[in-house]
């Protein structure tokens, strides 16, 4: 996003020159407005910050600055003035201002320095700001993970041992259960919260360029490696790395990653140099691993080496009533971030819910419940508002005659032919690999024109 600047100047040549200065950085908006009344009549704009002439001919420069802080101290002030006397700087700095520059041949590269000081002075406040949000709120477990069923409770008491230790965690559970949520919850609330979190979809990964993503490379490894490149391993120092979807891992990557664990130093692609690392390792997977090993699909050795602590999150059908408590909290947030009021959930529409079974468990509920939000009227959402996988007969879904597999093979299949038989986008948007895909197709279980 652009970072927003008011310019007050009043002299129309020399508000274009100091515009057309501020604009050489492409990141920069620049506004540029003559009276001080027409730019706080903008102020619902939001600037990120105002440059404003002292001597102005509808208001004063204190009065302006005053009226400037009043309606909102957070927005940082550089006064611009042909004025030498050193009290006036004193006094509107004591005002508020966070710098005074004097209308000389250098004001063009004092006002540009003093820009990027304010700008990462924000940015570092605004960074400092996150984290304490992160740490202090966002990944409680009781806040970031809603329910109070049975089911979760069980994870919950996982969870807490796994917080309190570094050992390695393996997450299972169908698609859409919120496995990365859970490895957030473990970092942010463990002793390596302060440093990186770093997430990779193994299934995302084009098979050639998977090594290079997770070890490095260096400069001129391969075609297109213009510049070194940390991987993610080196990224996570210190912290945590989640490798989600790991059951999609080639076999042969599945060998370097087993060494890298072993050993705890990666490698750059192209390097010879070993680089040492301290990570803790959080997988994830909608396969059943094991399995996968007695198929051939995974490395038995890799397996027991990434299993640690396993912790199975249970689909929504056998969540209880945390249903109705996850309808409440999305539907609050869809709310919030369409600036709607929040509505109800009619009775009619709490029994469409509780009837379906939700194979895309909470990431579906929360897709049908930000639709819902949006469409209801009269503050209270109905049945008909309530649409399940954009156009899938819902009655089909619902009804009790077909097992979780075709209701899940069906959603696959819709979203197939809607992406033009696009295997990789289809695998993207369910979040699910690539390989099972192909493997309901050659099984025939779905299919291509």
């Not at 440093?195 to 084009?206: D, E, L, R």
Request: proline share 4%; aromatic share 6%; with cysteine.
């Amino acid at each position: 996003m652009s970072y927003k600047i008011f310019l007050v100047e009043d002299d129309p040549w020399y508000g274009q020159l100091l515009t057309h200065h501020l604009s050489l950085n492409p990141d920069y908006e620049v506004i540029l407005f003559e009276k001080g009344r027409e730019m706080l009549s903008n102020l619902h704009k939001k600037p990120g910050l105002i440059c404003m002439d002292f001597g102005l001919p509808d208001i004063k420069g204190e009065t302006l600055l005053n009226e400037i802080q009043s309606r909102d101290n957070s927005i940082p002030v550089i006064v611009i003035s042909g004025q030498e006397e050193i009290s006036v700087a004193v006094n509107l700095l004591k005002l508020g201002a966070r710098d005074y520059i004097i209308k000389d041949s250098h004001a063009k590269d004092l006002l540009w320095r003093s820009v990027i000081n304010i700008r990462e002075t924000q940015n570092l406040r605004e960074e400092v700001s996150s984290l304490k949000e992160q740490l202090n709120t966002k990944f409680q477990i009781d806040k970031g993970i809603i329910g109070n069923s049975t089911a979760i409770k069980k994870t919950f008491r996982l969870l807490e041992k796994a917080v309190q230790t570094n050992i390695n965690v393996s997450l299972t559970g169908e698609t859409g259960t919120g496995k990365e949520v859970f490895a957030k919850v473990i970092h942010f609330n463990g002793d390596r919260k302060k440093k990186p979190f770093v997430a990779i979809n193994m299934a995302a990964i084009p098979k050639d360029l998977a090594e290079s993503e997770l070890f490095g490379h260096e400069k001129g490894a391969f075609t297109g490696a213009d510049n070194l490149r940390k991987g993610k391993f080196e990224e996570a120092n210190g912290g945590t790395i989640f490798l989600d979807e790991i059951a999609e891992m080639d076999m042969s990557l599945q060998v370097k990653l087993l060494r890298v664990l072993q050993e705890r130093e990666v490698v750059r692609v192209g390097g010879n140099k070993p680089i040492p690392f301290s990570v803790r390792l959080i997988t994830a997977t909608h396969k059943n691993l094991a399995e996968e090993v007695k198929k051939g699909n995974f490395r038995e050795d890799l397996y027991f080496r990434i299993i640690g602590m396993p912790i199975e999150l249970p689909p929504l059908r056998e969540r209880d009533n945390d249903l109705y408590l996850l309808a409440k909290h999305f539907i609050a947030e869809a709310a919030k971030e369409n600036g709607l009021k929040v509505p109800a959930l009619s009775s009619g529409a709490r029994e469409k819910l509780a009837s379906y079974p939700f194979p895309g468990n909470v990431r579906e509920l929360k897709a049908v419940l930000d639709l819902a939000t949006v469409m209801c009227d009269g503050g209270e959402i109905q049945p008909d508002d309530i649409s399940f996988h954009g156009g899938i007969n819902s009655d089909l879904l619902i009804s009790g005659t077909k097992t979780l597999r075709e209701h899940t093979n069906d959603i696959i299949q819709y979203y197939l032919s809607k992406n033009e038989h696009n295997v990789i986008k289809t695998a993207e948007i369910l979040d699910i690999g690539k390989s099972t895909i192909y493997n309901l197709l050659k099984s025939g279980e779905i299919s291509t024109p």
